[in-house]
């Protein structure tokens, strides 16, 4: 009789554990957790200054009451970044002309801006339809701020001798507060479009 109870304590235990490990079952990766927590509680964001691809400084408080959808690139990169790009692309193209300027404005941010000139940055969004308003490329103007604003979205970029750096990848939403709200996938245009709302 002992055997049975035992088994089933183990069983109650480990499925009280895991339950609590994935957040009610909700969040089985880091950046599953990442997501649901920025969810529930939006974090406010550092306001670095920024350089765009025109060579304009702005910061992303000059933002506060519109809704920025922000994703983080480097031009050099071979795969991700290009893809980051088209879908970048897709919203921008999805996005009725009403809403931006008025209150939508793509942003994608290099983490690489010592080699990111704005000339480089240009040539990046030309590449893939960036306009400099309703869709601007960036760069932090001051390296030691790149960090603190990383860490704030939850981006990990690591060197690597082939491909420059490997990174996740995603796109965040920024609310009219300021803050980062929500993060979706970088491949999943809709789920962004349909959090921006008509």
Do not use: K
């Amino acid at each position: 009789m002992r055997g049975p109870t035992a088994v089933i304590a183990v069983l109650l235990l480990g499925s009280l554990v895991l339950w609590r490990a994935t957040d009610r079952l909700q969040a089985f990766t880091t950046e599953s957790a990442r997501r649901l927590a920025v969810q529930r509680a939006p974090r406010p964001l550092p306001d670095p200054l920024l350089q765009d691809q025109d060579g304009r400084i702005f910061r992303l408080s000059d933002y506060r009451g519109r809704r920025l959808l922000v994703n983080f690139i480097f031009t050099r990169c071979p795969t991700l970044c290009l893809a980051l790009g088209d879908s970048f692309a897709r919203v921008a193209e999805a996005l009725p002309a009403a809403r931006h300027g008025g209150g939508v404005v793509l942003l994608s941010i290099s983490f690489d801006p010592v080699y990111d000139t704005p000339e480089r940055l240009a040539a990046y969004g030309t590449r893939h339809g960036a306009d400099g308003e309703r869709w601007r490329i960036a760069r932090v103007e001051n390296p030691a701020e790149l960090g603190v604003l990383l860490a704030r979205f939850g981006v990990v970029v690591i060197a690597d001798p082939v491909f420059g750096f490997q990174h996740n990848a995603a796109q965040h939403l920024v609310d009219r507060a300021g803050r980062l709200a929500r993060i979706f996938d970088h491949d999943a245009p809709q789920a962004a479009l349909a959090a921006l709302g008509p």
